[in-house]
């Protein structure tokens, strides 16, 4: 390795690895050499080939089979966690998603509980979300240690800038990463969220809901008698107003991402979290939420006015009532659901 290739930088080795563009360059300049042919495997096949050799000569057997398409990125996507003594196998699939799956893993005895849930991103050209850009609007770009990339760090710029591999792989990791930050701060705050343990380039780590038979359903999935639908519809308006005091909206708040397991709610999922105050549509997305989480209770015998909550938690949280008009009519909001 010469000095220049010695001084590479992290960035520099993952642009090289991933942007064609680039490699092609490279390549042009060496002289002509003989023709090749050979058999070019895909990017996914190698990412496959890998993950099989990390998983299977390494140790990471999983009682959990995958399929031949999951088993190479979902190994090693948690490699780390293993090398890390946090888990120490893969028992169950317990949500495949269009963005990741969430898989019940067995905890490493050092870490004091028998379970921890993992959420595997699937790779980016696989993912189905569309219009992701209206959640990003505002956010800085995360690296995978949960750091601002700086706007005068041309080389990413220019990579996202013009979507190569290496930009895009960017942006993967910065979606990810504001998830856990997220439920980091939350979590921290005494919001209802999973307990985040761990993050890696494409999986985030966490407390599982549920137990060794059954991981907790989602309130979809469910029917609460009255009592308890109102007592836990105030627990959500908790978490919404908690979420606002740290300028924060879910962006994909409804009856499928929040679990119940004994008698108690958990919100999940949180790549889609938006700034309130960098986000033009943050009212819109606010609003979009509060209307789905009051369609479920309506339904479960709360009577609820998803207008009244939206204008009133938006005045204080967002636009501050000189007259502190705005925190007794919430408190008026939450007296009602009795």
């Known amino acids: 390795m010469n000095r220049n290739d010695a001084e590479l930088s992290d960035y520099e080795y993952y642009e090289a690895l991933y942007d064609p563009t680039k490699a092609e360059r490279k390549r042009r300049r060496k002289p002509p050499s003989r023709p090749r042919h050979h058999f070019q495997p895909s990017e996914m096949e190698v990412v496959a080939e890998l993950g099989d050799l990390e998983g299977l000569e390494g140790g990471f057997e999983t009682t ?67 219009n992701d850009r209206i959640y990003r609007e505002g956010r800085d770009i995360l690296t995978s240690a949960g750091r601002p990339v700086k706007v005068t760090d041309h080389r990413i710029m220019r990579a996202i800038g013009k979507k190569t591999a290496f930009g895009r792989q960017v942006m993967h ?28 380039e494409n999986a985030i780590l966490m407390g599982y809901c549920g137990d060794g038979q059954v991981a907790a359903p989602t309130l979809n999935e469910i029917s609460l008698d009255q009592e308890e639908a109102h007592a836990l519809f105030r627990e959500v308006l908790r978490n919404i107003g908690l979420m606002l005091e740290h300028q924060m909206i879910h962006g994909d708040l409804s009856a499928y991402n929040i679990l119940y397991w004994e008698g108690e709610i958990t919100l999940i999922d949180f790549p889609q979290v938006t700034d309130v105050r960098t ?9 979009r939420d509060i209307t789905r989480v ?31 008009r705005a925190e007794e009519a919430f408190r008026a909001i939450m007296d009602s659901v009795s």
Request: proline share 5%; glycine share 6%; aromatic share 12%.
């Open 64 to 130: 959990y089979q995958p399929g031949r398409h999951e088993e190479g990125w979902l190994l090693s996507s948690l490699r780390a966690f293993y090398d890390q003594a946090l888990i120490t196998d893969v028992l169950a699939m317990v949500k495949g998603g269009k963005e990741a799956s969430v898989y019940c893993c067995a905890a490493h005895p050092t870490t004091g509980i028998p379970w921890l849930a993992a959420k595997v991103y699937r790779p980016h050209e696989f993912r189905t979300l569309r």
């Open 173 to 200: 990791t910065s979606w990810l990463m504001h998830e856990y930050a997220a439920m980091e701060q939350l979590h921290h705050a005494g919001a209802a969220v999973p307990e985040p343990v761990a993050a890696s």
């Open 279 to 287: 986000n033009n549509r943050a009212y819109g997305i606010l609003e």
């Open 294 to 324: 009051c369609q479920y209770f309506a339904r479960q015998g709360v009577r609820c006015d998803a207008d009244g909550i939206m204008e009133e938690l938006w005045a204080r949280y967002v636009q501050i009532d000189p007259n502190d």
